[in-house]
């Protein structure tokens, strides 16, 4: 649990919190506008309590909280509570029902300090950020021009709400006080996490060592990833178009959570290349549209975890008659503003719309999605890719569904010049997601099988079975380290040897 007063900067903790150990956020403010906007029992209840200028009853929002914390996310990451409990009956709450932190932590802050960080914020009613006016001043005088100031950043009104904060915290501290620890929170943001970083790191440490006791000395992370056998298998009538929804996202789940596994241990170079009817642009260009539903659900998955993702789609390309973007992307950029971003303004914070290139890699974006990267007919994207990467430095760049073969040049000859170096590059992203649909060559039906590979396994070949009821099924014929070959993967459904 971490507690401070308003302008403490508890938000930015929390963040860098987030970044480093992947613990779900927790914000009885997004519960509440979540709940709500679900239409849930307890979002209703919530409601009519709102919508008559009521303070919701603890009650309901220890209902909200703790059934948010019996969530799966939740039980597998852990948790991170922001500015709650707020009262002695939320604390006690928590207390009957042995919800209890390993820490509860308050950024201590003099009075005058928050009072000169509140008074002082600016708004940008365009992206959401906050500025100051001495201590982050706005980056040019465009921004600067349009700030605002919020109407609860009155001299009055933050007087009162740290009342308020004081009041609160003196009613739930006794609670906690075995497990307390107040940090000075009038320093640079990276001297407060510091500290916070050493009592969390000693908290790792003994967790750990439970953890190597309760499986017999192996990884943790070994025994909390998936496995084969947890697996549930692939979908059936993929021929289907379109899918269903329950389709799409088992695709998303299983993109999102090979994805996140490879960033976990460092990757930094990666691509997914999910070649499903409904994910295929080439086959009919409506398709780009699933796909960016795709990639809306893995940068969301991110910004949850508290990261700041930069969704990048390719701008026009060459000049005079052969400038242009591929098909399949014109009108990408433009739809992907309209999107459905989610209800807590992610976009715009969390979530930035740009085109590829080394302009677009800003100093507080923290991982990159480009939408099917494409060279096209006269014009290669590679040397812009290239230039992102390199300004993106150690920070992840993920490519979804890129077609980076070389095209004819305007003269209707292939490319030749640096031709290797291109196909290097574009072979130096590592595979994390893979799965294609397998037929007769030539032919798309009916599907014989599929190959699949979700980091860290291996590539798996699966053969389509009719049964007898009508269904159909997936079995598992093959596996290989890597990517396997046309002939291999005949050679797995005919059963010949090498």
């Known amino acids: 649990m971490i507690s401070g007063a308003p302008a403490s900067g508890k938000g930015t903790q929390c963040r860098m919190i987030v970044e480093k150990y992947g613990l779900v956020h927790i914000s009885t403010g997004d519960l509440l506008r979540a709940e709500v906007s679900s239409g849930t029992e307890i979002g209703k209840k919530a409601k009519e309590y709102m919508d008559n200028g009521k303070l919701v009853p603890d009650q309901v929002v220890t209902d909200m909280v703790v059934s948010r914390l019996s969530q799966p996310d939740v039980q597998e990451r852990g948790w991170l509570l922001d500015g709650y409990p707020r009262s002695f009956s939320q604390a006690q709450s928590l207390e009957n029902l042995k919800i209890r932190p390993d820490i509860f932590i308050v950024l ?44 609860d950043d009155t001299f009055e009104k933050v007087k009162s709400r740290l009342d308020t904060y004081k009041q609160n915290s003196e009613a739930i501290l006794p609670t906690y006080s075995d497990l307390l620890n107040q940090i000075d929170g009038n320093c640079l943001a990276e001297v407060v996490f510091q500290e916070i970083d050493s009592l969390l790191q000693k908290i790792c440490e003994n967790t750990s060592a439970n953890k190597l006791t309760k499986t017999n000395g192996k990884r943790a992370d070994s025994v909390d990833r998936v496995s084969k056998n947890e697996w549930r298998g692939i979908p059936t009538r993929l021929n ?132 099917a990267p494409q060279n096209a007919v006269g014009n290669c994207i590679i040397d812009d890719m290239r230039a992102m990467t390199d300004a993106a430095g150690d920070r992840p760049v993920i490519l979804v569904n890129p077609r980076l073969k070389d095209m004819p040049g305007s003269s209707g000859v292939m490319q030749t010049m640096g031709r290797d170096i291109r196909l290097k590059y574009a072979a130096s992203f590592e595979t994390c997601y893979s799965f294609r649909l397998l037929y007769y060559a030539g032919s798309f039906y009916p599907i014989m099988g599929a190959l699949r590979m979700s980091y860290p396994n291996k590539y798996e070949i699966y053969r389509r079975v009719d049964e007898l009821n009508g269904k159909e099924n997936y079995i598992l014929i093959a596996e290989f380290t890597n990517k396997p070959t046309p002939d291999d993967i005949t050679r797995a459904f005919t059963g010949r040897k090498k």
């Open 108 to 151: 201590e802050v003099p009075d005058d300090v928050l009072i000169d960080r509140c008074v002082g914020r600016l708004l940008d009613p365009v992206t959401g950020k906050i500025y100051h006016l001495t201590n982050f001043p706005p980056e040019n005088e465009e921004i600067s021009a349009r700030l605002i100031t919020r109407s």
């Open 240 to 371: 289907n178009i379109p899918h269903s929804r329950e389709i799409r996202e088992y695709f998303y789940n299983d993109v999102v959570q090979a994805t996140k596994l490879a960033i976990e241990d460092k990757k930094t170079r990666l691509q997914i290349d999910i070649n499903i009817p409904e994910l295929n642009p080439e086959m009919d260009v409506y398709r780009i549209g699933t796909l960016m539903e795709l990639v809306r659900e893995l940068s969301l998955s991110f910004a949850d975890d508290g990261k700041r993702v930069k969704v990048c789609v390719q701008g026009s390309m060459g000049q005079g008659a052969f400038a242009g973007i591929p098909l399949q992307l014109a009108g990408t950029r433009k739809i992907l503003e309209f999107m459905d971003w989610g209800d807590y303004g992610a976009k715009g914070t969390f979530i930035n719309i740009g085109a590829v290139g080394a302009k677009e890699v800003d100093k507080e974006d923290d991982m990159f999605v480009l939408i």
